[in-house]
C-alpha cells in the first residue's frame, strides 16, 4: 500500500500548513485510535510526548481530540525525548506512542511520529492502513466510550531512572567534565540531570527552550557551539544531542566533532571484543561511510545497509537479530537498550567507555580515516521530478562509471524535504567534487 502524507519518519511538514494542521492531527489522532482498537477490548490508553515547539501545543491538542473520540485514553508526558516515548509506550503497556517533533528541523516545522504497543515505530504497512482510515468516514464512540486525558508528572523521571541503568551496573563518570548541548529541544531537563545524578560535572547549553530557539545555533546540526563550549570549558568530552534527543554527535577535547559512523564504529568494535555484538555485524545506511565498511571488515565484521531512515535500519535489526545499528546523521540504535535512536544513551555508551578505559575521547571516537565524502542537497520546485530527465540519468550514469572501484555515488529524494541529496565517496577528492557538482549542476537545471 502507497504512502502519501507519511515520510521516511511520520508525518512532517510546517506547522499550520497541511498536513501539519490541528484539523490533520486531529483525523490522524482519530484514524489511529480507530487503527488500535480492532482487537475490541475496552481498555485503551496512548501516551504523548512533544519536543519545544510551540506548535507542540495545538497538535497535542488536536491529535488528543481526535485519540479520545474513538474512545482511547491519553496520557500527556509533556516534554520527553523521542526514545522515551518508546519506551513508555512499552513499559506503561499503551496501545499507542506518539511523539509531536520535528527532529533536527527549524522551529517552524512539526511532525508525528507513530510506536506502536512493543515500542517500534509503525512499519509503512501501518502507516499506509491508517492513511486510509484518514481517508474515509472514522466511526467515533458512542457517548459513554469516549476517551479520558490527564497529563502524568512521572514520566521523565520513568525515562531518566532506566536511562540510568545503561550504563554499567557499579560505574560512574565523577570527575568527566562534559559539554552537553540539549538543542533546546526535548532533552532540556532530562539530560542534564541523568549525567548529573551519575557524577560527572555538566556543563549545559541549549536548556532555555521559548518555543521558537529549537535547533537554532545549537544540537547535533550545529556542532560548532558545542566546540566552543568544550574548547572554552576545557571539557573533557561534548556531547550534542538534536530537537528530540534520538540523535547524537560526539566532540572530542579538542573540539572535533564525531559523527555516528565514528560512535557506531567504537560501539561495534567494544561490543565484539566483549562477545556481545549480535550476529557480529553493524546495520547502517547508504549513507555510512566506506571507511566504516572496511573498518568493520579488517575486524571480521559485517555492515547491513539499509535505505535512508532509522527506522528501516531497527527493521533490519529485528529481521536479522542484531542489536546494533544506526545513521551518519547520529541515530544510534541500540535494541538491548531502546527500541529507536537514544541521543543520551549512546552518548553514555562513550563515557563509559572513557571511564573505564582511561582513554581520551580523541582517541576512542576517531576509530577509521573517512573515506573523503561529499553531500550536496538541491532543493527542487513542488510536482518537479529531476531525477526522471534524461540528462540528469545521463550524469549521474557517467559519475557511476568514473568512480566504479574507487568510490560510489548515492543519489535520493529527501523524505522530509523537497530535496535531491547528491552525496559521492572518492579517494581523490579532486575527482569527488567534479562529480557532485556536475550531478548538482544537472539536477538544478531540472529542477
Known amino acids: 500500500m502507497s504512502r502519501k502524507f507519511f515520510g521516511t519518519d511520520g508525518v512532517r511538514g510546517r506547522a499550520n500548513t497541511y498536513p501539519m494542521t490541528a484539523d490533520m492531527a ?67 503497556r499503551a496501545d499507542l506512542g506518539i511523539m509531536i517533533s520535528a527532529s533536527h528541523n527549524p522551529a517552524e516545522d512539526n511532525g508525528i511520529k507513530f510506536f506502536g504497543p512493543d515500542g517500534f515505530k509503525l512499519s509503512d504497512e501501518a502507516e499506509a492502513e491508517i492513511e486510509a482510515i484518514v481517508a474515509g468516514e472514522i466511526e467515533p464512540a458512542q457517548p459513554q466510550n469516549i476517551g479520558r486525558a490527564k497529563r502524568i508528572d512521572d514520566g521523565r523521571g520513568r525515562y531518566m531512572e532506566y536511562a540510568k541503568t545503561t550504563l554499567p551496573s557499579g560505574l560512574r563518570l565523577d570527575g568527566l567534565k562534559v559539554v552537553l548541548d540539549c538543542a533546546n529541544g526535548a532533552a532540556y531537563r532530562a539530560a542534564p540531570d541523568v549525567l548529573w545524578e551519575l ?200 559519475a557511476e562509471a568514473r568512480l566504479a572501484g574507487s568510490g560510489r555515488v548515492l543519489i535520493r529524494k529527501s523524505g522530509t524535504e523537497p530535496l535531491i541529496r547528491v552525496m559521492a565517496e572518492a579517494e581523490d577528492e579532486t575527482t569527488l567534487h567534479e562529480v557532485v557538482n556536475g550531478i548538482v549542476a544537472a539536477v538544478e537545471v531540472a529542477a
Open 26 to 92: 486531529l483525523r490522524l489522532g482519530a484514524a489511529a485510535g480507530r487503527y488500535f482498537r480492532r482487537d475490541g477490548r475496552n481498555r485503551h490508553r496512548v501516551v504523548i510526548g512533544k519536543d519545544t515547539r510551540l506548535s507542540g501545543y495545538m497538535l497535542e491538542n488536536a491529535l488528543t481530540a481526535g485519540l479520545t473520540s474513538t474512545g482511547m485514553n491519553v496520557l500527556l508526558l509533556g516534554p520527553v525525548p523521542t526514545p522515551a516515548v518508546g519506551f513508555l509506550t512499552r513499559s506503561m
Open 199 to 398: 557524577g560527572a560535572d555538566v556543563i549545559p547549553l541549549g536548556v532555555k527552550p521559548d518555543g521558537f530557539n529549537i535547533n537554532d545555533g545549537v544540537g547535533s546540526t550545529h556542532p560548532e557551539a558545542c566546540a566552543a563550549a568544550v574548547r572554552e570549558h576545557g571539557a573533557h568530552l561534548g556531547i550534542s544531542l538534536d530537537g528530540d534527543a534520538d540523535r547524537v554527535v560526539i566532540v572530542d577535547q579538542n573540539g572535533k566533532v564525531a559523527d555516528g559512523d565514528q560512535i557506531m564504529a567504537l560501539l561495534a568494535a567494544r561490543w565484539a571484543e566483549q562477545g556481545r555484538l549480535a550476529g557480529g555485524a553493524l546495520v547502517a545506511t547508504v549513507m555510512s561511510n566506506l571507511g566504516l565498511e572496511h573498518f568493520l571488515q579488517a575486524r571480521n565484521l559485517r555492515l547491513e545497509r539499509t535505505q535512508v531512515g532509522d527506522r528501516y535500519v531497527v527493521e533490519r535489526m529485528r529481521e536479522g537479530g542484531f542489536n546494533l545499528g544506526g545513521e551518519q546523521s547520529g541515530h544510534i540504535v541500540m535494541t538491548d537498550y531502546a527500541t529507536t535512536g537514544d541521543g543520551l544513551v549512546a552518548a553514555m555508551q562513550v563515557l563509559a567507555a572513557m571511564a573505564e578505559t582511561g582513554q581520551q575521547a580523541s582517541e576512542l571516537v576517531s576509530q577509521f580515516q573517512p573515506v573523503p565524502q561529499l553531500l550536496k542537497n538541491v532543493r527542487y520546485t513542488a510536482g518537479a521530478d529531476p531525477l526522471s530527465q534524461d540528462a540528469v540519468r545521463k550524469v549521474i550514469a557517467d
